[in-house]
Every structure is written in structure tokens, then in C-alpha cells.
């Protein structure tokens, strides 16, 4: 295994970072944070433009072709700007999924659209309970013709609102747990799909409600073959959390150099803050965790990219570990800055929710050590 990153990766990651400062700067992100859509279409073009939304779409449908482990470098740079809108539910969840197990005559009509930014997709997994365990999904599917019958309702769908196809997960009626699941591609302009945005503590990840009313869907949409769905959901999940992890340290290394330069130049008593070691000793930590999730999660992208044994531990490890880290970094860098930290006028509370909601997508970190104990067999 290479520890390091390729001469391309590194400059992707530089040319992401340039991209972005230019074009979401945290007006931008507040401004999208307003609008109704929560993200603006004339950015979604520019970022089709550069290939990214195609980066992990194969070439014969019009991607980049390239691993996951580019992708997450990409992600580690989105997460420093709290880039807003559909990108991870399109491109790190719908996308691969689709390339993973969907039939060839889906992959041809849904990957070129993606990669070109004519389309977007997402999962809609949660229900009442909203656990993200196998046994919470109560969705029947039943047979209707040749295809499905689909009556119930989904919650927290991220960016239902402005995707064009949702990836549904339901179950053949009087199966459990894991066995009966199946992944169905449902046209989000059916007129038996309603969608309702949430109100949400993170404006910037828009979650809604989506109410399926006889929703018929024929057996083409079908991802997979009927039951695989436990397995098509395991691998999406291994996917997203290690994706999530890498969005997570790099707000989190955000946060850090804001709070570092923050501490150069506020002073009290006639010195700078960092010159104290109460400062210095937040600073330090918050050092050692967004290394340490950094760590984790390029380990987690490349279990994942390589279809390593250990990718779901590792993606659960990295998952539990990124989260616990964003959520105190951020928590800390509203404390060093004090109390302009704890107002609407400062950014520190943007990176804060966005640490939250990071935080209990696809599991908390309590969540996933208990995958990881079951994993291990403990």
C-alpha cells in the first residue's frame, strides 16, 4: 500500500482548492444557505465542466473513470468550504451505486446525465425510527404486474427536492432484517412521489420528506436483483462513510487554521491569545485529531478504492472517529474564539452544524463503534 498521494491527486486537490476559493467563499455558502434550493446551477455546471461530477463514473458513460481515493480528495476539500448542495448525494451515493449494480440499460440512461450535470440522484433510506440498521426499513414493495407497488413514507432524504430519481429501499412484504431488500430507482416526477423540504439545523445539507402514494415502478428500475438489496446498502454505506469522513477533516482542518490565525491576533492582557497555553493545549489537540481523522479516513478511501476485506471496518472506524473529531473541533474553535463564536455574523456556527449533521448521517460515532464491535466479533 502507497501512503502517499500521485502527482495527479495532488493536483487535483490543488486546482479543487483554488476552484472553490473562488467560487464559495462563505458568501456564497450563506447566500445558498437562503435560497430555497440551497444551491445554484451555474456552479453545478462549472463543476460538471471540470468532470467532477463524473469523477468516479466509468469513461464508457461519460466519467473521469478515476478511484474513489480522488474522490475523497476531492470531498476533503469541499469540506473546507462547507460546499452546499446535492454534490455528495449525487456523486459520492447515486453515482457509484448506479455503476456498482444497476443493469446496463439504467447505467446508459442515468451515468452520462451525472457526469454532465443533467441529473441528480439520491438514497431515501430513513423511516419513522430513523435508524440506519437494515431491520428499520417497514417499505413494502409488493409485485404489481411486472414491476412494484411502492405506499409509504421516507425521512431525511438528503436533497429530495432537487433530484430527478430516488434510490428506494423497501422490502418484499413479511421478510425481515436483512433478507427481503431490494433497491428500486423511482422517478422523483412521478406523480405519486411528494416531497417536502425540512427544516433542518444545517442549511447548507437539505434533508426532506418524501411520501410515495401507489408509486408504480416496473421491474426495469430494479438495482441489483431482487433481495440483494442488504448488500447493494452495505456497500453504498461503506462508500458514504468514508466519504463523509474525509468532508469532515477537511472542515475540521479549517476550523484549525481559522482558530490559529484567530489566536496570532486577538489579544488580551496586552498579548496574543496563543500565547497561553490554554490556547496553545486546544490548538494542539485539535491538531492531533484532525491528523488522526485524516489518517483514518485515507485508509478507509483506500480499502474502499482497492475492495480491500476490511473497507466496511475501516470505513466505520474512520466514520466514528471523523465524527467524534469534527464535532469537538468545531465545539472548540467556537470556544477560542468566544463570544463572537457564539453569533449568527461569525462562521464558526456553520462549521459547527455541518459538523453535526456529518455526525449522525449514515450513523454516529456511537453507531458505528457498535458495527465495528460486531465486525470484529465482539
Same mark, same amino acid.
Given at each position: 500500500m502507497?501512503?502517499?498521494?500521485?502527482?495527479?491527486?495532488?493536483?487535483l486537490?490543488?486546482?479543487?482548492?483554488?476552484?472553490?476559493a473562488?467560487?464559495?467563499p462563505?458568501?456564497?455558502?450563506?447566500?445558498?444557505?437562503?435560497?430555497?434550493?440551497?444551491?445554484?446551477?451555474?456552479?453545478?455546471?462549472?463543476? !460538471?465542466?471540470l =468532470?467532477?461530477?463524473g469523477?468516479?463514473?466509468?469513461?464508457?458513460?461519460?466519467? !473521469?473513470?478515476?478511484?474513489?481515493?480522488?474522490?475523497?480528495?476531492?470531498?476533503?476539500?469541499?469540506?473546507?468550504?462547507?460546499?452546499?448542495?446535492?454534490?455528495?448525494?449525487?456523486?459520492?451515493?447515486?453515482?457509484p451505486?448506479?455503476?456498482d449494480?444497476?443493469s446496463? %440499460?439504467?447505467?446508459?440512461?442515468w451515468?452520462p446525465?451525472? !457526469?454532465?450535470?443533467?441529473?441528480?440522484g439520491?438514497l431515501?433510506l430513513l423511516?419513522?425510527?430513523?435508524?440506519?440498521?437494515?431491520?428499520?426499513?417497514a417499505?413494502?414493495?409488493?409485485?404489481?404486474?411486472? /414491476?412494484?407497488?411502492?405506499s409509504?413514507?421516507?425521512?431525511l432524504?438528503?436533497?429530495?427536492?432537487?433530484a430527478?430519481?430516488?434510490?428506494?429501499?423497501?422490502?418484499?412484504?413479511?421478510?425481515?432484517?436483512a433478507?427481503?431488500? %431490494?433497491?428500486?430507482?423511482?422517478?422523483?416526477?412521478?406523480?405519486g412521489?411528494?416531497?417536502?423540504?425540512?427544516e433542518t439545523?444545517?442549511?447548507?445539507?437539505?434533508?426532506?420528506?418524501?411520501?410515495?402514494?401507489?408509486?408504480t415502478?416496473?421491474?426495469?428500475?430494479?438495482i441489483?436483483?431482487?433481495?440483494?438489496g442488504?448488500?447493494?446498502?452495505?456497500? &453504498?454505506?461503506t462508500?458514504a462513510?468514508?466519504?463523509?469522513?474525509?468532508?469532515?477533516c477537511?472542515?475540521?482542518?479549517?476550523?484549525?487554521?481559522?482558530c490559529?490565525?484567530?489566536?496570532?491576533?486577538r489579544?488580551?492582557?496586552?498579548?496574543?491569545? =496563543?500565547?497561553?497555553?490554554?490556547i496553545q493545549?486546544?490548538?494542539?489537540?485539535? &491538531?492531533?485529531?484532525?491528523? %488522526?481523522?485524516r %489518517?483514518?479516513?485515507?485508509?478507509?478511501?483506500?480499502?474502499?478504492?482497492?475492495?480491500?476485506?476490511?473497507?466496511?471496518?475501516?470505513?466505520?472506524?474512520?466514520k466514528?472517529?471523523?465524527?467524534?473529531?469534527?464535532?469537538?473541533? !468545531?465545539?472548540? /474553535?467556537?470556544?477560542?474564539h468566544?463570544?463572537?463564536g457564539?453569533?449568527?455574523?461569525?462562521?464558526?456556527?456553520?462549521?459547527?452544524?455541518?459538523?453535526?449533521?456529518?455526525?449522525?448521517?449514515?450513523?454516529?460515532?456511537?453507531?458505528?463503534r457498535?458495527v465495528?464491535?460486531?465486525?470484529?466479533?465482539?
Amino acid at each position: 500500500m502507497n501512503f502517499g498521494f500521485t502527482e495527479d491527486q495532488e493536483l487535483l486537490r490543488r486546482a479543487a482548492r483554488d476552484f472553490l476559493a473562488r467560487e464559495c467563499p462563505m458568501a456564497h455558502v450563506r447566500r445558498m444557505m437562503e435560497d430555497a434550493r440551497g444551491f445554484d446551477d451555474a456552479q453545478w455546471a462549472k463543476m !460538471a465542466e471540470l =468532470g467532477w461530477l463524473g469523477l468516479a463514473i466509468p469513461e464508457a458513460h461519460g466519467g !473521469a473513470g478515476l478511484g474513489f481515493v480522488d474522490l475523497v480528495v476531492l470531498l476533503e476539500e469541499m469540506g473546507r468550504v462547507v460546499l452546499p448542495g446535492p454534490f455528495f448525494s449525487t456523486a459520492v451515493v447515486a453515482a457509484p451505486t448506479l455503476a456498482d449494480a444497476a443493469s446496463p %440499460s439504467l447505467q446508459a440512461e442515468w451515468l452520462p446525465k451525472i !457526469a454532465a450535470g443533467r441529473a441528480r440522484g439520491t438514497l431515501a433510506l430513513l423511516e419513522r425510527s430513523a435508524r440506519w440498521d437494515l431491520d428499520a426499513i417497514a417499505l413494502e414493495l409488493h409485485p404489481d404486474g411486472g /414491476g412494484y407497488r411502492l405506499s409509504g413514507t421516507k425521512l431525511l432524504v438528503p436533497d429530495a427536492h432537487t433530484a430527478d430519481f430516488l434510490l428506494v429501499a423497501g422490502r418484499a412484504p413479511g421478510s425481515s432484517g436483512a433478507d427481503g431488500l %431490494s433497491v428500486l430507482l423511482v422517478d422523483a416526477a412521478d406523480p405519486g412521489v411528494r416531497t417536502t423540504p425540512l427544516e433542518t439545523m444545517d442549511q447548507t445539507r437539505r434533508l426532506a420528506e418524501v411520501q410515495l402514494r401507489d408509486v408504480t415502478v416496473p421491474k426495469s428500475r430494479l438495482i441489483g436483483e431482487p433481495g440483494e438489496g442488504a448488500a447493494i446498502l452495505g456497500r &453504498l454505506a461503506t462508500r458514504a462513510k468514508a466519504g463523509l469522513a474525509a468532508e469532515m477533516c477537511g472542515g475540521a482542518a479549517r476550523v484549525l487554521d481559522i482558530c490559529v490565525d484567530y489566536a496570532k491576533v486577538r489579544e488580551q492582557f496586552g498579548r496574543p491569545i =496563543g500565547s497561553f497555553q490554554a490556547i496553545q493545549h486546544k490548538c494542539a489537540t485539535m &491538531l492531533v485529531e484532525v491528523e %488522526s481523522a485524516r %489518517s483514518a479516513a485515507y485508509y478507509a478511501a483506500w480499502a474502499v478504492g482497492s475492495d480491500a476485506p476490511d473497507a466496511a471496518l475501516a470505513a466505520a472506524m474512520a466514520k466514528a472517529y471523523a465524527s467524534d473529531a469534527f464535532r469537538h473541533v !468545531a465545539a472548540e /474553535g467556537i470556544q477560542i474564539h468566544g463570544g463572537i463564536g457564539f453569533t449568527w455574523e461569525h462562521d464558526m456556527h456553520v462549521y459547527f452544524k455541518r459538523a453535526k449533521s456529518s455526525e449522525v448521517s449514515f450513523g454516529d460515532a456511537a453507531w458505528n463503534r457498535d458495527v465495528v464491535a460486531r465486525l470484529i466479533g465482539l
